[in-house]
């Protein structure tokens, strides 16, 4: 009965390949979020999409692409993995469009480690 | 944009003792102040939030205060039990209102 459930746990990978994470909800909320969360704990929003349409891209490199077959599916592909992409990746999801007055609710992330 | 400032970065505290964490921010159109507390190996869960027409929400040993004039907020924990110790998270919408900004976060450690 996992709310928010994303695969891998773990990722470790090489520089330089393509990789993907996948985010699913069952709380049938409207919008998804791809979280990243440095060493230091930081946590920083990359994208949000509200019923399968991107509403938030925060300046990510364009070798993150998320993509959303359905509004209960957010996956997040990167090509050309870098040493700095290095993180702890989350997925949220939360009801209506957006942050106002809405929790968010979280998966238990993605550690991903590039070699 | 919103710019959150959360401090302490740590806090130490006795078993029964109170803990308190303080967040700023800077867009005043903000409305709706989550936190969230983060276990080892687990994604953030919301534990209580506050909306902008209230001062104060309680719940159990946790509450939440708000200073719209001053733009601060703070969370209170009292009784601190072990299983109290993690990483906690404050956030604030701005006033686009489509994403949260989150504080960089307070490692608390109660010592039993």
Request: with cysteine; net charge positive.
């Given at each position: 009965d996992t709310a928010v459930?994303?695969?891998?746990?773990y990722l470790?990978?090489?520089?330089?390949?393509?990789?993907?994470?996948?985010?699913?909800?069952?709380?049938?909320?409207?919008?998804?979020?791809?979280?990243?969360?440095?060493?230091k704990k930081f946590l920083k929003i990359m994208f949000s999409y509200n019923n399968k349409e991107l509403i938030i891209n925060e300046t990510v490199p364009n070798r993150f692409s998320?993509?959303?077959?359905?509004?209960?599916?957010l996956n997040l592909h990167i090509n050309s993995l870098e040493l700095g992409d290095s993180a702890v990746y989350f997925c949220a999801s939360s009801q209506g469009q957006g942050a106002l007055n809405q929790p968010q609710h979280f998966g238990d992330g993605t550690r991903l480690s590039i070699l | 944009?919103?710019?959150?400032?959360?401090?302490?970065?740590?806090?130490?505290?006795?078993e029964g003792d109170s803990a308190v964490?303080?967040?700023?921010?800077?867009?005043?159109?903000?409305?709706?102040?989550p936190w969230y507390?983060?276990?080892?190996?687990?994604?953030?869960?919301?534990?209580?939030?506050?909306?902008?027409?209230?001062?104060?929400?309680?719940?159990?040993?946790?509450?939440?205060?708000?200073?719209?004039?001053?733009?601060?907020?703070?969370?209170?924990i009292t009784e601190t039990q072990p299983e109290d110790s993690a990483v906690y998270f404050c956030a604030?919408?701005?006033?686009?209102?489509?994403?949260?900004?989150?504080?960089?976060?307070t490692r608390v450690l109660v010592k039993p």
């Open positions: 459930s994303q695969t891998p746990k470790v990978t090489q520089m330089g390949n393509d990789k993907s994470i996948k985010c699913e909800q069952n709380l049938g909320h409207d919008t998804m979020y791809w979280y990243k969360q440095d060493s998320p993509k959303s077959p359905d509004k209960a599916h | 944009g919103e710019n959150v400032e959360q401090h302490p970065s740590t806090l130490s505290v006795q964490i303080k967040c700023t921010y800077s867009d005043s159109a903000s409305n709706y102040f507390k983060q276990e080892l190996g687990k994604g953030p869960q919301l534990i209580i939030d506050i909306r902008s027409n209230v001062g104060e929400k309680k719940d159990q040993r946790i509450a939440v205060t708000l200073n719209k004039t001053a733009k601060h907020f703070s969370l209170h604030a919408p701005g006033a686009a209102g489509n994403k949260l900004t989150f504080g960089g976060g």
